[in-house]
């Protein structure tokens, strides 16, 4: 596609329900990233794909979150039983393997938790 | 691994005056160095990036400056208008793939 596609672009849910997020990265961008951004606050980095590597997963909070990735296109990142304090945007990235530059983001997914 | 730092967290200009905001990066391995304007609501968008091997670059009336021995990098926005008002964000990546990002800048240009 044109750009990295996020959907849904709003979401309210329930305290202790799982929800799951959806990323469409740049068609033959092979890395892609997930980055949460709280009211107010910077980017902080939850997880990064790259090919068929493992994913570096260091930046997950919890073992509520988790993420997966189909092949080099679709990921979903999932956060179990919602707390108020995951209430944030969830912004995905995606880039080119070739070089470590050029990195675009989606428009994000707005998630309240109430 | 990487930590980047910003300053200031909020600065306000008249407008046509310039605009300097600085990072520090603590990773000597980061290479890359971008620079991200974000209005409320929006996705960050890439304004202006720099890599290791210069040390400026220019791009209309914006410009960013890398000091690759001190860890410091610089963006500069010269003749400041209203529509430059946003948040703007460093970051650097390097040896791990991932931007680490700063804490953010909240510019305001009044008229």
């Known amino acids: 596609g044109a750009g990295v596609s996020q959907s849904p672009s709003n979401k309210v849910t329930e305290k202790g329900k799982d929800v799951e997020l959806r990323c469409d990265p740049i068609?033959?961008?092979?890395?892609l990233y997930w980055y949460r951004q709280r009211l107010g606050q910077g980017l902080e980095f939850l997880i990064y794909?790259?090919?068929?590597?493992?994913?570096?997963k260091s930046g997950l909070p919890s073992d509520r979150f988790s993420a997966e990735r189909t092949g080099e296109s679709v990921s979903t990142l999932t956060i179990q039983r919602t707390q108020q304090e995951d209430s944030a945007v969830y912004l995905c990235?995606?880039?080119?393997?070739?070089?470590?530059?050029?990195?675009?983001f989606g428009s994000g997914t707005r998630l309240t938790v109430v | 691994g990487e930590n980047v730092e910003q300053h200031p967290s909020t600065l306000s200009v008249q407008e046509g005056d310039s605009a300097v905001i600085k990072c520090t990066y603590s990773d000597s391995a980061s290479n890359y160095f971008p620079w991200y304007k974000q209005e409320l609501g929006k996705r960050p968008q890439l304004i202006i990036d720099i890599r290791s091997n210069v040390g400026e670059k220019k791009d209309q009336r914006i410009a960013v400056t890398l000091n690759k021995t001190a860890k410091h990098f610089s963006l500069h926005i010269t003749e400041t208008q209203p529509e430059d008002s946003a948040v703007y964000f460093c970051?650097?990546?390097?040896?791990?793939?991932?931007?680490?990002f700063g804490s953010g800048t909240q510019l305001t240009v009044l008229p």
């Open positions: 970051a650097a990546s390097g040896s791990a793939r991932q931007l680490t």
């Open positions: 794909f790259q090919g068929n590597s493992a994913p570096d």
């Open positions: 068609s033959g961008h092979t890395a």
């Open positions: 990235a995606s880039r080119r393997t070739a070089d470590n530059y050029g990195y675009t």
